[in-house]
């Protein structure tokens, strides 16, 4: 079945040290997104890619930044986790139409 | 300013009674309109969607939504709650001048009773 496929379910990282977190899809969309998912919150999101075009959202702390080397792939890095960066990080894929399919997401623990 | 509501943060409903989830927006023009759901530590399932056209539509689980223009709602209805939709449900619309983003709702916890 197409979807989009978050690796890994769970993360643990230490205070301050950077972390990655993955992200496929098989639906060919040409939209990606990041969302971050505080607890009983909606999903706030972070940025997206529209084919190669990246969009940051203008409240993303520069903390995170992304990268997209190919349709397929796109990854979440966090340069210096601090707590309150603990949360669900979900990912999605859309085409233009904005309908989007969400992975099962990434939570996120910083120790 | 801009935005959706969805005015109800719990919902309890008990196991074969009906459902209606409330959701308003205020964009200007009719955005795209979504309803999705999530169980606990699970991402989000797109439930139904409304572009265009017929204002009932009907999605997976045998949920359906009404748009409703002149009130600027999307409601999410169900007409008999199983135990397993015990889950949290978002309205999320793309304003046209949004380009592909989604704006969602704050959510709506539904609990149901046996």
């Known amino acids: 079945d197409a979807m989009v496929i978050q690796n890994p379910r769970y993360q643990v990282t230490q205070f301050g040290k950077p972390v990655t977190l993955s992200c496929s899809q098989t639906?060919?969309?040409?939209?990606m997104y990041w969302y971050q998912q505080k607890s009983s919150q909606a999903p706030k999101l972070l940025f997206h890619y529209y084919d190669k075009d990246f969009n940051n959202e203008a409240d993303t702390p520069d903390n995170f930044q992304s990268r997209r080397p190919n349709t397929s792939f796109c990854f979440l890095d966090i340069r210096s986790p601090g707590l309150g960066d603990a949360a669900m990080y979900l990912c999605?894929?859309?085409?233009?139409?904005?309908?989007?399919?969400f992975g099962s997401g990434t939570r996120l623990t910083v120790v | 300013a801009q935005s959706v509501t969805q005015p109800d943060i719990h919902i309890t409903v008990s196991e074969g009674a009906s459902l209606e989830l409330r959701c308003n927006y205020s964009y200007g023009a009719t955005p795209y309109l979504f309803w999705y759901v999530q169980s606990p530590g699970q991402g989000l399932q797109l439930l139904l969607k409304y572009f265009s056209g017929d204002t009932l539509v009907q999605g997976i689980k045998g949920f359906e939504a009404e748009f409703k223009r002149s009130q600027s709602s999307f409601n999410l209805r169900k007409p008999s709650v199983h135990w397993s939709d015990a889950a949290e449900y978002f309205c999320?619309?793309?304003?046209?001048?949004?380009?592909?983003?989604?704006?969602f709702g704050a959510g709506t916890i539904l609990r149901v009773k046996s």
């Open positions: 639906l060919n969309h040409n939209v």
């Open positions: 999320a619309v793309r304003p046209l001048e949004y380009g592909n983003k989604l704006v």
């Open positions: 999605a894929t859309s085409r233009d139409n904005g309908q989007s399919t």
